[in-house]
């Protein structure tokens, strides 16, 4: 079985690629004994979630100028 520190990159890895299907069994197994590996599975998709709400938003609003005067 893979230690914390494997599954947790794991997790972090699966934001940016998609994982084989042996590391998706390795993660899916640790994680139903391991609620460190969970919670942090959790956190990493909020967080990603977060990012996207707020690059969406920023994308909807319209460019504002600063107001220069004094």
């Known amino acids: 079985m893979k230690k914390c520190r494997d599954i947790t990159r794991l997790l972090s890895e699966a934001q940016e690629r998609e994982l084989t299907p042996s590391e998706r069994i390795s993660v899916k197994l640790h994680t139903l004994i391991c609620s460190g590996c969970r919670n942090f ?15 969406r938003g920023a994308a909807d609003e319209p460019q504002r100028e600063e107001d220069s005067g004094g």
Do not use: H, N, P, T
């Open 41 to 55: 599975g959790s956190q990493v998709d909020i967080l990603r979630g977060i990012s996207r709400a707020y690059v």
